[in-house]
C-alpha cells in the first residue's frame, strides 16, 4: 500500500483479493455442510456416527496439516504451493459431489481439509508479506470481511441447496471458483519462500504424529468417553510427541519453528487468546442454529435466516475493525472483543428458554459478533507483526494450527457440557443444556480476556527490530 496515496498498489490488491477468495472457499464450504447433513444422511444412507465424520475428517487434517502446509510454502515456494493446496481442494471438491457412498464422501472431506491446510496459512502470509505492518490490520480486516460473507450466507445457501436444489452442489461450487483463482493466482501473485532452503522432516513428522493425536482425542472424546483407553493414549501420545518436537526443535539448526517466536511477548500471548476466540466462536456456533430448529421448530433455512445477524456482523465490521486496529494498536482490541463475547454468551446463558423469542437473545448475538470481529484481526496482527517478514510463514503456520485447535477444543468443551446438564430428548432438556453449553463459551471468552491483558502495549503499525542477518532464524524479543 502507497504510504504516501493510502492506496493499495495492483500487486497487493490482486495479492489482497485472492488469499480472501481461497479463504471464503474455505470457509463457505466447511458451514454449508452443516445445514445439509440430514439430506446427505437420507441420500447415502448414513448413520449419525458417520455424519460426524463428515465434519471431523475435514477439521482433523486441516488442524494437523496446518503447519506442514506452512513449511511446504517456505520451502518449496508459498505461490507454488497455494496453488497446489487449491488444486488439491477443488479435485477434492468433485470427488464429494460425485461419492457414491459415505465412506467415499468421508474419504474426499479429509483431502479436502488437506488442500485447506496449504492454502489458509499461505494466504495469510502472502497478504502480510505485501503489505507493511502499519496497513496490514486494515488488509486484515479486508481478508476477514469478505470471509465474513461466507460466515454471513454459508448458514443460507446450505439451507437453499438442501431444499432448493441436490447436496452435491455444494461442492461443486469449488469447481469455477478454484479453477480461476489458479490460473489468476499465477499471474498476479509473486513467488516467495521462507528462511529455511532444507525441509525439517524429523520436526514435520514429530508435529503432524502429535497434533493428530491432541486433535483425535478432542474430536472422539465426547462418543468414545474421556475416560475411555482410546481418548487418554491418543492425547497422552500427543502430548508426548508435542514435547518432543519443542526438543527437536531447539536442537535442529534449521527448525520449522524457530522456539525463539514463544520468548516474544506478543506471538505467547496473542496464539493463546485467539486461540480461545476461536473456542468461543465454535463452541457457540455448533448449537446456535440447531438451538432454532430443536426448540424453536424452525426449518434449516430460516435457522439460517436467524443466524444472518449474527453471522453478517463478521462482514460489516471486519475491515473496520482492521483499519483501527493500526491505530491503537492490537491489545485493546482483544481484550475488548473477548469482554463483548463473554458478556453477551452470559446474557444468551441466563435469558435461554423455551419461550425465549429471538428479539430477547438479538441484541446479545450482534454484541458478541462484534466482540469476536474485533478480536480476530488484532490478535492475526500481533502474531504476524511479531516475527520477521521472512518468518511470516512459520509465525501463520502456528498461529493458524492453534486456531483449528482452538476450534475443536471450543467444541468439544459445549458438546461435553451440554450432554451433562441436557439432552436431546425433550425441548427443555435441549434448552437447558444450551445454556450450560453457552456458560462454557462465555468462561472460555473470559479467559482469553485475561490473556490478552498480559499482550505489549506496542506503538500501533510498529515493525519488530530487524534482527542481524545471521539471526534471522531467531527473534529478538520484544520490549514490553
Given at each position: 500500500m502507497s504510504t504516501e496515496t493510502g492506496r493499495m498498489s495492483s500487486k497487493q490488491a490482486w495479492t489482497l483479493g485472492l488469499a480472501s477468495l481461497a479463504s471464503f472457499m474455505m470457509a463457505l464450504d466447511s458451514l454449508v455442510v452443516t445445514t445439509t447433513l440430514s439430506t446427505i444422511r437420507a441420500d447415502l444412507t448414513a448413520s449419525i456416527e458417520q455424519l460426524e465424520w463428515v465434519v471431523n475428517a475435514y477439521n482433523l487434517t486441516f488442524a494437523v496439516l496446518l503447519l506442514t502446509g506452512a513449511a511446504l510454502g517456505d520451502r518449496f515456494g508459498r505461490r507454488k504451493m497455494f496453488n497446489t493446496g487449491l488444486a488439491l481442494f477443488t479435485v477434492a471438491s468433485v470427488a464429494c459431489a460425485l461419492a457414491p457412498n459415505i465412506v467415499f464422501l468421508i474419504v474426499a472431506r479429509a483431502f479436502q481439509g488437506a488442500g485447506a491446510a496449504m492454502v489458509l496459512p499461505l494466504s495469510l502470509t502472502?497478504?502480510?508479506?505485501?503489505?507493511?505492518?502499519?496497513?496490514?490490520?486494515?488488509?486484515?480486516?479486508?481478508?476477514?470481511?469478505?470471509?465474513?460473507?461466507?460466515?454471513?450466507?454459508?448458514p443460507f445457501i446450505g439451507g437453499a441447496i438442501a431444499q432448493g436444489l441436490a447436496w452435491q452442489w455444494i461442492f461443486w461450487l469449488n469447481l469455477p471458483i478454484g479453477i480461476v483463482a489458479i490460473l489468476l493466482a499465477s499471474r498476479k501473485v509473486d513467488e516467495s519462500t521462507g528462511p529455511n532452503n532444507k525441509l525439517d522432516l524429523g520436526g514435520l513428522a514429530l508435529v503432524t504424529l502429535g497434533a493428530f493425536g491432541i486433535i483425535w482425542a478432542l474430536v472422539r472424546g465426547n462418543a468414545a468417553g474421556w475416560g475411555s483407553a482410546e481418548v487418554v493414549a491418543s492425547i497422552v501420545l500427543g502430548v508426548v510427541l508435542m514435547v518432543a518436537f519443542v526438543f527437536y526443535e531447539k536442537r535442529t539448526p534449521r527448525p520449522m519453528v524457530p522456539m525463539g517466536f514463544f520468548k516474544l511477548r506478543a506471538f505467547s500471548t496473542a496464539n493463546p487468546a485467539n486461540f480461545l476466540v476461536f473456542a468461543s466462536l465454535y463452541g457457540t456456533m455448533f448449537f446456535l442454529a440447531q438451538y432454532f430448529q430443536v426448540v424453536k421448530g424452525h426449518g434449516p433455512l430460516v435457522a439460517g435466516l436467524m443466524l444472518m445477524p449474527w453471522t453478517g456482523t463478521l462482514m460489516v465490521c471486519a475491515p473496520i475493525a482492521g483499519r483501527l486496529v493500526d491505530k491503537v494498536g492490537?491489545?485493546?482490541?482483544?481484550?475488548?472483543?473477548?469482554?463483548?463475547?463473554?458478556?453477551?454468551?452470559?446474557?444468551?446463558?441466563?435469558?435461554?428458554?423455551?419461550?425465549?423469542?429471538?428479539?430477547?437473545?438479538?441484541?446479545a448475538l450482534v454484541i458478541g459478533s462484534v466482540g469476536i470481529t474485533a478480536a480476530m484481526p488484532a490478535a492475526q496482527k500481533a502474531v504476524v507483526s511479531a516475527v520477521q517478514p521472512q518468518q511470516i510463514g512459520q509465525a501463520s503456520g502456528v498461529f493458524m494450527m492453534l486456531r483449528m485447535f482452538g476450534g475443536v477444543f471450543g467444541t468439544s468443551v459445549s458438546v461435553a457440557v451440554f450432554g451433562a446438564v441436557g439432552g436431546y430428548a425433550t425441548a427443555e432438556s435441549f434448552a437447558e443444556g444450551f445454556s450450560g453449553s453457552m456458560t462454557a463459551v462465555a468462561i472460555l471468552a473470559f479467559v482469553g480476556m485475561l490473556i490478552g491483558l498480559a499482550m505489549p502495549s506496542r506503538r500501533p503499525g510498529a515493525a519488530p527490530a530487524a534482527a542481524p542477518p545471521q539471526a534471522a532464524a531467531v527473534p529478538q524479543p520484544e520490549k514490553a
Open positions: 502472502l497478504i502480510t508479506a505485501v503489505f507493511p505492518p502499519q496497513t496490514r490490520g486494515k488488509a486484515m480486516g479486508l481478508y476477514l470481511g469478505l470471509t465474513g460473507l461466507a460466515t454471513f450466507s454459508g492490537e491489545r485493546k482490541f482483544v481484550v475488548g472483543g473477548l469482554f463483548l463475547q463473554a458478556v453477551s454468551m452470559a446474557w444468551i446463558a441466563v435469558a435461554i428458554d423455551t419461550n425465549t423469542s429471538y428479539l430477547e437473545i438479538l441484541p
